[in-house]
């Protein structure tokens, strides 16, 4: 079964300052996809980068970017110049597919505050 | 494009009563997904449709059901709602490059 691990429950960072989240997967699969997303308090939830596993270049989306390691199943997210509408849970996802069907595993989310 | 809706967005409900939410995918998207989130057990997946038919299914009961309709907008019913059922239910659409977009929710009370 695929699982995904975040480990840190709650972080915090001053603005402008860097962060990184972690978040670890396990699945036998060697085409995927992984997935940020951020859920602010108005609870909506917000993709914010994306990784293709069959690409070897790590994504990057403006101040957002990704590590991925994929012999260590690892995929962390590199937020630089913290902002404060960066204040929101942050969410790792696997995609899977089954049977044609799709579905994302999440796991139990990363609540990061920055601090003016 | 317009984004993911789904309505209503907050509905309070008492024990046993039934329940439908409705969420309007990106025009285009052909796929919807619908999780439920809570603080217990974070984000669970409940099914997903694709062209009026339920591809997957989580690992609820059989209370929890949806349907989709020909231009692609979705529903789900719960019904013989139990105070456990309270949560935010999210939607979400893709089309056929596996990434999901999600609605602002329904957040469901049950009293």
């Known amino acids: 079964a695929q699982t995904v691990t975040q480990s840190q429950p709650e972080m915090s960072v001053q603005e402008a300052e860097t962060v990184t989240l972690s978040c670890t997967y396990d699945?036998?699969?060697?085409?995927?996809?992984l997935f940020w997303y951020k859920q602010p308090p108005s609870r909506q939830m917000i993709l914010v980068i994306r990784q293709e596993a069959y690409k070897q270049q790590n994504a990057t989306e403006n101040r957002f970017s990704v590590n991925f390691q994929k012999a260590a199943k690892s995929f962390s997210l590199k937020i630089s110049d913290s902002q404060l509408g960066d204040t929101a849970m942050y969410f790792c996802?696997?995609?899977?597919?089954?049977?044609?069907?799709?579905?994302?595993?999440f796991g139990k989310g990363t609540k990061l505050t920055v601090n003016p | 494009k317009a984004g993911v809706t789904q309505t209503p967005r907050y509905l309070i409900k008492t024990r046993g009563q039934q329940v439908t939410l409705s969420c309007s995918p990106i025009s285009g998207h052909r796929s919807v997904s619908w999780y439920q989130q809570t603080p217990g057990q974070g984000l669970q997946f409940l099914f997903e449709y694709f062209s009026e038919t339920q591809r997957n299914k989580g690992n609820f009961p059989g209370r929890f059901s949806g349907r989709q309709f020909s231009n692609s907008r979705s529903e789900m019913n719960v019904s013989t709602l139990e105070l456990g059922d309270s949560a935010l239910y999210l939607c979400?659409?893709?089309?056929?490059?596996?990434?999901?977009?999600f609605g602002p929710g329904t957040r469901l009370t049950v009293l």
């Open positions: 699945t036998s699969e060697n085409n995927y996809y």
């Open positions: 996802a696997f995609h899977i597919t089954q049977g044609g069907s799709e579905k994302l595993v």
């Open positions: 979400a659409s893709s089309s056929q490059g596996y990434t999901q977009y």
